[in-house]
């Protein structure tokens, strides 16, 4: 399996959950979990794996824990 790094627009505390490809390597993922006690991003991670339906082990958290954008890397 190829490595890959994915760029993610984060909007937590969302009423709906999504995931949607804003461009190529780019997603937009809102989440209903607070951007607080890491949450979100345990969220954001989950869904991640869904969309590119990969196990949950093989996605990395590379960059942007407490911003809206955030790096996630993939395979490995």
Do not use: T, W
């Not at 959950?17 to 969220?43: C, F, H, Q, T, W």
């Amino acid at each position: 399996m190829d490595i890959r790094e994915i760029l993610v627009r984060a909007i937590p505390s969302a009423k709906k959950e999504y995931v949607k490809e804003i461009g190529d390597g780019k997603l937009e993922i809102a989440v209903r979990e607070p951007a607080e006690r890491n949450l979100a991003n345990s969220r954001i991670m989950d869904l991640v794996a869904l969309h590119f339906s990969v196990p949950a082990g093989k996605v990395r958290f590379v960059s942007g824990a407490r911003s809206r954008n955030k790096v996630f890397r993939i395979g490995g």
